[in-house]
């Protein structure tokens, strides 16, 4: 498995963990109050396992098992790749910063974009690699 990948994969996994406890949390909220502003914490809980989970962990396991270049055996665009994660992580903190810490719409607008400009990179660095090369 190529070193992006498992850095993706480990950093997927600490926000499966942070998501599945703040879960815990808001559930055992819901039976014994534990306190008023946890349910500030929803949001948050739906970014880490969503984009942080769910979609990283894609990311990092597409990486790493999509065809390599006929003949090189090489991953095209690495960087693309690199910079899609950097800007899925910086994302997920400013869409978490704009939603439970409250630091406005403009924080959370900006962590979308930044979302979205990650999974343009990722397709720009992935694109080569599903084209079929049949005849080439
Ligand atoms: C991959 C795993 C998970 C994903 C993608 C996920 C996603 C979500 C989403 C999207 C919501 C909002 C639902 C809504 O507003 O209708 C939610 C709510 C919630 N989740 Fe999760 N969740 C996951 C795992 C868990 C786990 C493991 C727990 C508990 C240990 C948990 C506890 C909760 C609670 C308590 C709520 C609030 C429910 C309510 O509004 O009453 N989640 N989750």
Same mark, same amino acid.
């Given at each position: 498995?190529?070193?992006?990948?498992?850095?993706?994969?480990?950093? +997927?996994?600490?926000? $499966?963990?942070?998501?599945?406890?703040?879960?815990?949390? $808001?559930?055992?909220?819901?039976?014994? *109050?534990?306190?008023?502003?946890?349910?500030?914490?929803? @949001?948050?809980?739906?970014? %880490?396992?969503?984009?942080?989970?769910?979609?990283?962990?894609?990311?990092?396991?597409? %990486?790493?098992?999509? @065809?390599?270049?006929?003949?090189?055996?090489?991953?095209?665009?690495?960087?693309?790749?690199?910079?899609?994660?950097?800007?899925?992580?910086?994302?997920?903190?400013?869409?978490? *910063?704009?939603?439970?810490?409250? +630091?406005?719409?403009?924080?959370?607008? +900006?962590?979308?974009?930044?979302?979205?400009?990650?999974?343009?990179?990722? *397709? *720009?660095?992935?694109?080569?690699?599903?084209?079929?090369?049949?005849?080439?």
């Amino acid at each position: 498995m190529p070193r992006l990948s498992q850095w993706i994969i480990r950093a +997927a996994l600490i926000y $499966l963990l942070l998501g599945i406890t703040i879960g815990a949390l $808001l559930l055992a909220h819901k039976g014994v *109050a534990l306190h008023p502003i946890l349910w500030a914490w929803l @949001p948050a809980h739906i970014e %880490f396992l969503l984009m942080g989970w769910i979609v990283q962990l894609t990311l990092g396991v597409a %990486f790493w098992i999509l @065809p390599r270049y006929w003949q090189q055996l090489r991953r095209p665009n690495e960087g693309y790749a690199q910079a899609a994660v950097v800007l899925l992580n910086v994302g997920i903190w400013l869409v978490v *910063a704009g939603t439970t810490f409250r +630091a406005g719409a403009w924080v959370l607008f +900006a962590g979308r974009l930044a979302e979205m400009a990650a999974v343009l990179f990722f *397709a *720009a660095h992935a694109w080569g690699r599903v084209v079929s090369r049949e005849g080439a």
